[in-house]
């Protein structure tokens, strides 16, 4: 289920996020899960939190760029909670696309290319991945609609 983000999930995401993705919040970001989540559900115009039965698996959302484009940015915090309902999760991320987009003429983002499973992942989206940052191990991503 994916219901609009609240401040209320934070410690559920928060609590939740791997050592991997701390590290990687930290260095790329220069912020705790914490800081990174207010930060973004601050600057987005629409967030929402992820969630499988009790589990909350992911809080993400889309920040304008500018007031003049129709570009926004891509931001999610994943939990722990998605080793456990990896194909719940998959899906949601996959039938939700169209209503991420609806919005937005290009969703950028950024991912760390040596994350296998979130390159696989971004790929399976229809996620166009082009190198970014060797130096810290980033991506920049730009998702397109599915093409039906």
Not at 36 to 41: D, T
Not at 94 to 108: A, G, I, K, N
């Amino acid at each position: 289920m994916i219901i609009p983000a609240h401040v209320a999930h934070l410690p559920l995401i928060t609590a939740g996020v791997s050592d991997i993705g701390r590290r990687e919040l930290a260095e790329v970001y220069g912020m705790t899960p914490e800081e990174s989540v207010r930060r973004n559900l601050a600057a987005s115009s629409e967030s929402w939190t992820m969630f499988a039965g009790a589990d909350a698996l992911a809080m993400f959302g889309v920040a304008p760029i500018s007031l003049i484009s129709r570009q926004g940015e891509f931001w999610i915090v994943s939990t722990t909670h998605i080793c456990n309902h990896r194909l719940a999760f998959a899906r949601m991320c996959r039938q939700f696309l169209p209503r991420l987009l609806r919005d937005w003429d290009e969703v950028l983002g950024v991912l760390e290319h040596n994350r296998a499973d979130v390159v696989r992942w971004a790929e399976w989206l229809g996620v166009q991945i082009t190198p970014r940052n060797d130096r810290l191990s980033e991506m920049r991503l730009c998702l397109k609609p599915l093409e039906s």
